[in-house]
């Protein structure tokens, strides 16, 4: 027992040095006990002692314990000496048996090491395995706990690479306030944790990224959005406009509805389906609102998208190139313009906040200005009628489209007003060239005209100018064809033209919202222009030219009265053509009548004018001898050509009304009695015999002959022959040589020679009297020479009396 002891002792001593020096004094003191009093193996003693912290104490306790024991040992060694002794023999007895039972332990114990080996390596397999299985385990209830967390990671980063950015930040939001807290004791939830700031980041400048390219490719679709708009407003309203026509489609061919792939028949449902959402995807723009707002930055996103949409509406108001050039470009600065608007009114409706009614409304008065500006300045420069009609038609149209979206567009409805005068203005410069000679002479009225009556040859073709020209006239609708009408090609023409201005200028009020008596009036008013300004410039013009023969100018005037009767179905055809009837109708009437009247006027004087002039050519061909001793017995040649022109020009009078033919006879037969009495005054002429003033007088005869022969009828009797009175009693005074009766009735009425001025007969006297002088260069003692020269001399002595006298002085005034 005792050596039991001190084994267990020993073995326990070997231990000792990882005892902990802290143990408490009472649990060294048990396991000291325990250790002396278990037959057991004291293995889970020592164990015990080991991971405890009083080892120290433990030792100190155990040398004290075998101090003890050494003493008692002793002790009882020297009281049990003999005994000892005796033991000591008994264990050297023993000692024998000890060694063989020791043998047969090892080999027993050898064997049964040999036979528990596998034991104990299946023994340490299945440790090894029970801890893999506890570690699994623990694995997989921590991947349990892990694996939301990964996949709400993998569902966040998915959505970013579909840019799907708001689900995404809701991912996100989900991750690190619900998931994220439920295993955060691991070190790659730290990391996530870390990363969160840097994924939100990443979401917003994601969106933003993705805005920046929706603003980008608005701008690219913002044309077709307009085009689209303006279509379907055109589909609505019905408008007739050539705005969608193909590119080289004459104007006046409106776009049908059977040929525009805009105007098929489509339903309310169908028609709504046709907007912003077909071409754009606003989805980055709700996109990125959300997320602002969910991160608290919404405001931060409205100013950046305010900001950055004013400056693309700045874009979208520049003119694209020179507008005036081509239609295309209004097209597309409409297009663009309506675009910008159409989405934002898609934006305002469809977001809360984002853009407001006051900020668009705001935004679309600054750029209206800019508008009215840009198609002023670019119109200005447009000199094609066609292409300001066609923009006025798209002007229309714009400011329907925009009115549909709740946007007001009252200045550029006072401007179409400006268009309308320049308008008027471009007309009136293309009537110019219609009317005058610019281009092609075929095509100009009054230079394609041969101003003869125009011959009509059969029914068909008098129907044909009657349709295109109100004219009736009994006594010439009587006689068989070939008839001759009493005005020129021109008349028609110009009447059909004053017809095509009067419906260009009706296109142009259509679809202004004008009533009826304002539109009625704003076309007679640009007619009235057409004919006071431009036809009667060109009638003008026209009465004027050198080329124009006295017979042309005669059918001009005879023109001028057709034109003029038919202006009362010129103001029916504005009345009809604007839809004014009774009361409405502009009480002001056209003012054609009056342009045609001073045209004729101004016609009938240069006739007159024409008329002397010619005369006055063949009066430059008179060749007089002054110094004739006797006449010729016959007229001088140019008065018989004088004669005969002047019967040829009349006949072609006819057609004139009698006044002006009249007038035209008389002026033209003083015009001719006042140059012959010129030749008798002029100075160049120095002499004038008898001879010479017989013949004159023979001369002067034809002319009365002419005046007896009522070339124009509708003459008093003898009204025509008082324009040679004063010649002819001149020249009768002269050669019956009755002074007598002449000093002594002048003054009276009942003269013979009542016309006869002193001062013309002083003048023709003393040419006489020169004559005389030159003949006769010697003396002469004849008696009835010297009485005639006295006689002479007396008569210029009475006359000149006559002239220098008071009383002749009153009578003259």
């Not at 433990?58 to 005994?83: K, P, T, V």
């Not at 200045?411 to 203005?425: A, M, R, S």
């Not at 002479?792 to 002085?809: H, N």
């Amino acid at each position: 027992m005792a050596e039991s002891s001190w084994r267990k002792l020993a073995l326990a001593v070997s231990f000792t040095t990882i005892v902990s020096e802290d143990a408490a004094n009472t649990r060294t003191d048990n396991l000291i006990k325990e250790i002396e009093a278990s037959e057991e193996p004291i293995g889970p003693t020592l164990r015990a002692i080991q991971d405890g912290e009083d080892q120290q104490r433990f030792m100190e306790h155990l040398n004290s314990r075998i101090a003890e024991h050494d003493r008692d040992i002793e002790r009882m060694c020297n009281f049990h000496y003999q005994g000892f002794v005796d033991s000591i023999g008994e264990l050297l007895k023993v000692r024998k048996h000890a060694e063989k039972l020791k043998e047969g332990v090892l080999s027993t114990n050898k064997a049964l090491q040999r036979s528990g080996q596998p034991v104990i390596q299946q023994a340490d397999e299945l440790d090894k395995t029970r801890r893999t299985q506890r570690n699994i385990v623990a694995t997989v209830e921590n991947l349990q706990l892990c694996l939301p967390v990964l996949e709400m990671y993998c569902k966040l980063n998915e959505q970013m690479d579909n840019k799907r950015y708001y689900p995404a930040l809701k991912t996100l939001e989900q991750l690190e306030h619900t998931y994220l807290p439920r295993v955060k004791r691991y070190r790659f939830c730290e990391e996530m944790a870390e990363n969160i700031p840097k994924l939100r980041e990443g979401i917003k400048d994601a969106s933003m990224s993705d805005l920046k390219d929706f603003l980008e490719s608005i701008r690219k679709h913002s044309d077709w959005i307009g085009e689209e708009a303006m279509k379907q407003v055109q589909r609505r309203s019905n408008i007739e406009t050539s705005v969608f026509q193909k590119n080289g489609q004459n104007e006046s061919t409106l776009v049908e509805a059977d040929t525009n792939p805009f105007t098929e028949e489509i339903t309310e449902e169908e028609e709504e389906e046709v907007n912003a959402q077909d071409k754009v995807d606003f989805s980055p723009v709700y996109r990125c609102l959300h997320i602002y707002s969910v991160l608290g930055e919404r405001d931060v996103f409205e100013t950046y998208y305010r900001k950055q949409r004013a400056k693309q509406s700045k874009l979208a108001i520049q003119p694209q190139g020179n507008m005036y050039e081509k239609l295309q470009h209004y097209q597309k600065f409409f297009y663009q313009i309506l675009g910008f608007f159409v989405v934002e009114d898609h934006i305002m409706n469809t977001t809360e906040g984002l853009v407001t009614r006051e900020y668009l409304d705001d935004l679309w008065n600054t750029s209206l200005a800019k508008i009215t500006s840009v198609l002023r300045n670019n119109s200005a420069y447009c000199t094609d009628a066609t292409l300001l009609l066609q923009v006025k038609d798209q002007v229309v149209l714009f400011s329907q489209t925009l009115n549909s979206y709740g946007f007001g567009t009252i200045p550029v409805y006072e401007l179409l007003f400006e268009l309308k005068d320049q308008y008027n203005e471009i007309l009136m410069k293309k009537w110019v060239q219609i009317f005058r000679l610019y281009t092609d002479p075929r095509s100009d009225i009054f230079d394609s005209d041969n101003y003869t009556a125009i011959v009509v040859q059969s029914e068909q073709e008098y129907n044909n100018l009657m349709r295109t020209f109100p004219f009736t006239d009994e006594t010439i609708e009587k006689p068989p064809y070939p008839r001759r009408l009493p005005f020129s090609e021109f008349v028609p023409k110009v009447y059909h033209q004053i017809k095509e201005f009067i419906y260009a200028c009706h296109k142009f009020s259509q679809d202004l919202h004008l009533a009826q008596t304002e539109r009625d009036d704003m076309i007679r008013k640009s007619t009235n222009i057409l004919l006071t300004r431009t036809l009667s410039g060109c009638l003008s013009e026209l009465i004027k030219r050198d080329s124009l023969g006295l017979t042309e100018l005669v059918q001009v005037t005879v023109n001028t009265i057709h034109l003029e009767n038919a202006c009362k179905f010129l103001e029916a055809f504005i009345s009809n053509i604007t839809g004014t009837t009774g009361d409405n109708i502009h009480a002001q009437g056209l003012q054609s009548t009056n342009i045609f009247r001073d045209a004729r006027s101004e016609a009938e004087l240069e006739i007159y004018k024409r008329l002397n002039a010619k005369v006055d050519e063949f009066l430059e061909l008179a060749s007089y001898d002054w110094t004739l001793d006797e006449s010729k017995g016959h007229a001088s040649g140019y008065i018989q050509d004088v004669i005969s022109f002047l019967e040829g020009s009349f006949k072609a009078f006819k057609h004139l009304p009698g006044k002006v033919a009249q007038t035209a006879c008389l002026s033209t037969c003083k015009h001719l009695a006042q140059s012959l009495m010129e030749f008798l005054l002029d100075d160049n002429v120095r002499f004038i015999s008898m001879g010479a003033i017989q013949q004159f007088s023979l001369d002067v005869i034809q002319c009365e002959l002419f005046a007896n022969s009522e070339p124009v009828p509708g003459f008093r009797e003898g009204a025509l022959q008082m324009t040679f009175l004063e010649l002819r009693q001149l020249l009768d005074l002269f050669m019956a040589w009755d002074w007598s009766s002449y000093l002594a009735d002048y003054g009276q009425s009942t003269s013979k020679y009542s016309r006869v001025n002193p001062h013309t007969a002083i003048a023709i006297l003393e040419k006489m009297k020169d004559t005389e002088k030159k003949k006769t260069f010697l003396p002469t003692f004849k008696k009835n020479e010297r009485d005639r020269k006295k006689l002479m001399d007396m008569v210029l002595k009475q006359l000149k009396a006559l002239v220098t006298g008071p009383t002749s002085k009153a009578q003259a005034h």
